[in-house]
């Protein structure tokens, strides 16, 4: 295991629906992150946070809302989400946000949006 | 704009080495990431490169040519869990942060 885990690990959710995903990292690091991977496409940068502070929001649409109450846990809150929403959520942690380029992954959340 | 290029998909037998190419496009190079995916799994950082060269860990080496904008990472004495995707990326234009490349499928054969 990597020292990022990720909760759930699967979840189906109603267009209606408000759900939540947590990842929390037990590295030690500063930075954490949170993608989009969908099939056949690159990973997809949602957003970044350093020392709990947002640093890069990458035009992800409002229906996603991060939140970092510490520099362990990451939280992606989610509301009226769309099928095209449904892919695979990773999170990943870096020792600061200078070491961006050695990034550590928890095994993400499957959602499907039905 | 940045891009990576990168195969979709490479093939190989058992105990055969194998390169896996990326070149890309981008504002302020600072280096080149690798990165392994089993299906089902979270990426594995694998390596960095800053600068030019080779550089070796193991079985896995990874080289970069900052003039050609390009690099690869070259995998030896491949075995069957070698089989997953593999993604380079590079800093984004916006900063410190990741652009990934579309992914490698490698399948290893016996």
């Known amino acids: 295991e990597t020292g990022v885990t990720q909760t759930p690990r699967h979840l189906v959710m109603g267009m209606t629906n408000k759900k939540s995903l947590k990842c929390e990292q037990h590295l030690g690091h500063n930075a954490m992150y949170w993608y989009k991977q969908s099939a056949k496409k690159p990973l997809e940068l949602m957003f970044v946070y350093s020392l709990e502070e947002r640093v890069e929001n990458n035009s992800v649409p409002s229906r996603f809302s991060p939140e970092c109450p510490n520099s362990s846990h990451l939280f992606l809150h989610l509301h009226t989400l769309q099928p095209e929403d449904s892919a695979l959520y990773l999170c990943?942690?870096?020792?600061?946000?200078?070491?961006?380029?050695?990034?550590?992954f928890g095994p993400g959340t499957r959602l499907t949006v039905t | 704009g940045q891009s990576l290029e990168q195969p979709s998909e490479v093939t190989a037998v058992e105990g055969a080495i194998v390169q896996i190419n990326c070149t890309y496009q981008t504002s302020g190079f600072y280096g080149l990431s690798w990165y392994q995916q089993h299906d089902g799994g979270a990426p594995t950082f694998l390596s960095y490169n800053a600068l030019d060269g080779l550089e070796e860990t193991g079985r896995f080496s990874s080289f970069l040519s900052r003039s050609d904008s390009y690099g690869y990472l070259l995998l030896q004495e491949l075995q069957m869990k070698d089989s997953a995707s593999y993604f380079c990326a590079v800093r984004a234009e916006a900063g410190n942060m990741l652009t990934f490349g579309g992914g490698t499928r490698l399948m290893v054969k016996p």
């Open positions: 990943a942690s870096s020792h600061t946000h200078r070491d961006y380029y050695e990034q550590y």
